[in-house]
């Protein structure tokens, strides 16, 4: 079964935090402070675990506004998404604007002066392994305060935030959120430049698998 809920943030970015050692566990986070209509929400950013053997890997985007829609024009507050495209959901593995779309081209390495080309048409966005603590630097090179910022994830049950930010499928069978699997549902941060593009920090764990089924279990 998929998340409980699902949705996206709008906000205004007050701050952020990281956790303190050891106070949430084995898993570290990036604690963004979103200002809303209803309060400041805190935003629960996963980076992995200093004791865990899942690793975390990330990317950061520049993309258009419009490749977000209907999204970036919603009011203020957090919003569900139906988790489907042409929602405003996203999907690290399917959503045209995330993917790598050479290897979606291709099924062999494309010959050298044909990826040149591609490098400049279309750069590639490789994802990069790390510690938890390149993947919070990463991160916060985003986080300028005042900033209007979009969260993907899950709402908590109590209390005004957001956790699950990180690609929601993918976990392989027997883990702990394998339940959890879906599609169309993965969670992202992304925070508004001043030329009206977005900044976005996609993340996933090393265990993650990059392609599922329709319910969004490895393949």
């Known amino acids: 079964m998929p998340l409980d809920a699902y949705g996206v943030l709008s906000g205004t970015l007050h701050g952020h935090f990281r956790d303190q050692p050891d106070s949430q566990g084995r898993w570290f986070h990036v604690n963004l402070e979103v200002d ?10 996963d980076v992995d675990g200093k004791d865990s053997a899942v690793g975390v890997q990330w990317k950061v985007l520049t993309l258009a506004a419009s490749v977000l829609d ?25 959503h045209p604007a995330l993917v ?4 979606c081209l291709f099924v062999r390495r ?3 002066w044909l990826a040149d080309l591609l490098d400049r048409w279309d750069p590639p966005h490789p994802w990069i392994s790390g510690s938890h603590v390149e993947a919070a630097e990463a991160l916060e090179t985003l986080l300028v305060p005042g900033r209007e910022i979009l969260v993907f994830g899950e709402p908590f049950d109590r209390g005004l935030g957001m956790h699950n930010i990180h690609q929601n499928q993918g976990d392989p069978y027997g883990s702990p959120w394998w339940d959890d699997n879906g599609v169309w549902q993965d969670g992202a941060t992304l925070t508004r430049r001043p030329d009206g593009r977005y900044d976005a920090f996609l993340n996933r764990f090393s265990t993650q698998a990059d392609r599922t089924d329709g319910a969004g279990h490895p393949l």
């Open 36 to 45: 809303a209509p209803a309060g400041r929400h805190r935003c629960a950013v």
């Open 70 to 94: 209907p999204v970036p024009g919603l009011a203020p507050g957090y919003h569900d998404l139906s988790t489907s495209s042409g929602s405003g959901a996203l999907d690290l593995i399917r």
């Open 100 to 103: 790598d779309r050479r290897g």
């Open 110 to 112: 494309p010959p050298a």
